[in-house]
């Protein structure tokens, strides 16, 4: 059950945090700004291969007592990080896979989008509720 | 006409300015004056109105009823239709008297309708258009008449209306499906369709084809709406989350931006309305079965089908557009003359559904390219559930409407504002056939300009297609023959009486295209079926071709510009036209054997290539493990 969802740009700066509002809503925030660099060195660790060949789910980047993070990396280096809670033991490996790809698939349709300038803030209506419905269906 | 020019600036109902704008129209139309925006600044005496706002005040108190519809239908095409005679010069009075005599006997008005209608005359393919658009412009003017027009107002009336019209609409769903449009901010009213479309053709020539982000950008933008809301619209109406819009795309967005310029507040998901699906036989589910419409209908099959035909002629190199479903839907509704399309939609609906979720390009190319040559006859109706027929018939349309496209583009060029829905009038023209001719070499020159083939004035080019069948059959030549066909058509483009020529090497192209092997991306392109947009890529592919291709092209080359010279010498003789089909038919041929050879050498070197490729991969996996540890 995802508590947070950020898409982070490729400069390392967000385009997008949404969370559950609790009151750590900053802490979230913190966390998912450090887990960037486990997103650098996962990248990073695959530099000889080739870009394709790199997977684009990084799976977890690291767990703390209350929650776990997963990543996500793009062609074009934006992350998607997405904080879930350690509570929620039935959540798999392979839901939180599909859940990236349905983020990846919003992120496309809002780069599709000719107002949308890349490296702007995401707005889009659209794509908060299709965020919001991800955060709030398995919980 | 006058609801066209006075809600120029505003759209979807009559705000007071609308309202005394339209008056003073109507009194310019009574007194002889063309309408225009000029004509209001003179002097005119008030409008001869009386009796009908009476009337209109009357209808609204009886408005609850199913006969408060007829009348208010009858009504509103009364009145355009006195606009338009106004227009015409003639008729006045006598349409004024039979307004209001069904206005008095409201169980007769469906009869006077029917014969209303058919004493129209006017604008034949309007014939479905014009019950959903009086309806919304009844509403509308009713709702207005009574108090000041107010948004509240509105809103308020038009729930009034709208709770009428759909008890009616219940009782009379499928003749009278329109009639639940009148004032549903999320509908699109069909003065506006039209407008959406022109606007459409503006940006894009090709009415299946998309129109690219970046030029839809730069279009709404002038809106001068704020960029969030714009990207908001985006969203709502790029259904397909393509980067592109098609065109109920983008007639969706272009509404949204209009109700949204007057004020409302923008839905956060698509309003069914405006949906694709909904928009394809919304737009043209003109012929109900509704027996008042059948009747007029049925009175003009012939001329519409003389026009169809003509569409074909014109429309038979259209792209394919990835957007099968618009075209197919289209065709439907055009082709159904009779009232059974209704059932029909819903199937089409589900076949162009997938066939739009397949890779359209290879699906449709195969269909249309096959369809091509037999949608020259005239009798193309139901059993030509073809593209290319579709976009014939798509084209049928809105060209015949779209009387006021060249008034629409003076508009634009004096309001830089593209939002405004209505268009301007158009000018006066009595006979349809002759405005759509006009229309047609319009079209020409400005398709000429854009790289696109005028329309063959005349007949079918059939026997030339059966002549080429063999050709097709045996030969996968499609860059070459293209090329060379291309490059002498070119030249002809500047005279219409050679274009039948483009067509068939185009239809020839066609077929041979879907057979076409060429690995390269060229081969999207190509295997399109012939189109007036595909014509210019065509063009830069030749060059390309050119460019990239050394000895096989001197042959090539050495033979165009012996023809090219040839060529401009007969083409501006009308008498030789038949001689200059001919040599381009020889040389057409010869063209053919040509590009074979060159096909057959290009398809060598291919795989010359592409063994030289195997090998090198094989040596670098040899060599990979080996560094690789």
Excluded at chain 2, 493 to 509: A, D, G, H, W, Y
Aim: aromatic share 6%; hydrophobic share 30%.
């Amino acid at each position: 059950m995802a508590v947070c969802i950020a898409v982070i740009a490729k400069e390392n700066y967000p385009l997008y945090i949404q969370s559950i509002t609790t009151e750590n809503e900053l802490k979230f925030h913190y966390t998912v700004h450090t887990s960037l660099d486990v997103v650098d060195e996962k990248i990073s660790a695959m530099g000889k291969a080739l870009v394709d060949q790199r997977e684009l789910y990084l799976g977890l980047l690291y767990p703390t007592e209350d929650y776990k993070v997963y990543g996500y990396v793009t062609n074009s280096k934006v992350k998607f990080v997405m904080v879930a809670d350690s509570s929620n033991t039935a959540l798999r490996d392979n839901e939180i896979h599909s859940m990236f790809q349905k983020l990846h698939n919003s992120y496309i349709d809002v780069m599709c989008n000719p107002f949308y300038n890349p490296g702007d803030c995401i707005h889009s209506r659209a794509f908060d509720n299709m965020l919001t419905s991800m955060m709030m269906q398995v919980c | 006409q006058i609801t066209e020019l006075c809600g120029a600036k505003r759209v979807g109902y009559f705000g007071p300015a609308q309202f005394y704008v339209a008056l003073k129209l109507i009194a310019a139309a009574q007194s002889g004056l063309p309408i225009r925006i000029e004509s209001i600044k003179s002097e005119l005496p008030l409008p001869r109105f009386m009796a009908l706002k009476n009337d209109n005040e009357m209808r609204y108190g009886n408005a609850a009823e199913i006969h408060g519809v007829k009348f208010q239908i009858p009504h509103a095409t009364l009145e355009k239709n006195s606009f338009k005679r106004a227009d015409e010069g003639d008729k006045k009075q006598e349409t004024k008297s039979p307004p209001v005599s069904p206005m008095c006997s409201p169980p007769a008005s469906p009869s006077n309708y029917q014969r209303i209608l058919l004493n129209y005359g006017y604008g034949k393919s309007r014939s479905g258009l014009e019950q959903p658009h009086g309806v919304p412009y009844e509403a509308r003017h009713s709702t207005n008449l009574q108090d000041g027009p107010a948004t509240g107002n509105y809103g308020s009336k038009s729930a009034l209306v709208h709770s009428s019209l759909s008890r009616s609409l219940s009782v009379e769903r499928e003749p009278q499906d329109s009639s639940n449009y009148p004032d549903d901010p999320w509908r699109i009213t069909e003065e506006q369709r039209e407008y959406y479309i022109n606007q459409f053709k503006s940006l894009q020539p090709d009415l299946n084809s998309f129109i690219s982000g970046s030029v839809a950008k730069n279009f709404f933008t002038k809106s001068k709406l704020p960029i969030p809301e714009l990207s908001h619209i985006w969203e709502l109406s790029d259904v397909d989350c393509d980067g592109a819009l098609t065109l109920p795309e983008f007639c969706a967005a272009f509404h949204l931006i209009v109700a949204r310029k007057n004020g409302y507040p923008l839905p956060d998901t698509l309003p069914e309305t405006l949906l694709p699906d909904y928009l394809q036989p919304a737009s043209l589910k003109p012929k109900r079965d509704c027996a008042l419409l059948d009747s007029y209908s049925e009175s003009l099959p012939v001329s519409q089908q003389t026009r169809d035909f003509n569409r074909t002629e014109l429309e038979t190199v259209r792209e394919d557009p990835t957007n099968s479903e618009l075209l197919i839907l289209f065709d439907v509704a055009t082709s159904v003359v009779e009232p059974t399309s209704v059932e029909e939609m819903p199937d089409k609906s589900a076949l162009t559904q997938d066939a739009n979720s397949d890779d359209n390009q290879a699906l449709n190319v195969s269909t249309t390219a096959k369809t091509i040559p037999k949608d020259f006859k005239p009798s193309q109706h139901l059993s030509f559930k073809t593209v290319v027929q579709e976009s014939n018939t798509l084209k049928a349309r809105p060209r015949s409407r779209s009387y006021s496209s060249t008034s629409i583009e003076d508009a634009m060029k004096k309001g830089e504002e593209p939002p405004t829905p209505p268009p301007r009038p158009q000018k006066a023209h009595s006979r349809a056939s002759s405005l759509d001719l006009n229309k047609i070499f319009q079209q020409n020159t400005q398709a000429v300009k854009s790289g696109w083939l005028p329309p063959p004035p005349a007949l079918p080019p059939r026997p030339f297609v059966s002549q080429q069948g063999p050709h097709h059959v045996t030969n996968t030549e499609p860059v070459a023959q293209a090329k060379s066909s291309y490059a002498e058509f070119r030249l002809k483009e500047q005279t219409e009486q050679v274009s039948e020529i483009e067509l068939q090497p185009q239809m020839n192209r066609a077929p041979s295209q879907t057979e076409g092997s060429s690995p390269t991306r060229k081969e999207i392109l190509l295997t399109q079926p012939p189109s007036k947009p595909i014509r210019r890529k065509f063009r830069s592919e030749n060059q390309m071709l050119e460019n990239q291709e050394l000895t096989p092209t001197s042959s090539m080359t050495s033979t165009l510009p012996a023809v090219k010279p040839h060529l401009p010498a007969q083409n501006r003789q009308s008498s030789k036209q038949k001689r200059a089909i001919q040599t381009a038919i020889r040389k057409n041929k010869e063209a053919n054997a040509v590009l074979a050879r060159l096909n057959s050498e290009l398809q060598q070197q291919l795989k010359e290539v592409h063994k030289e490729r195997i090998a090198l991969e094989t040596q670098l996996e040899q060599l990979r493990p080996v560094t690789v540890l």
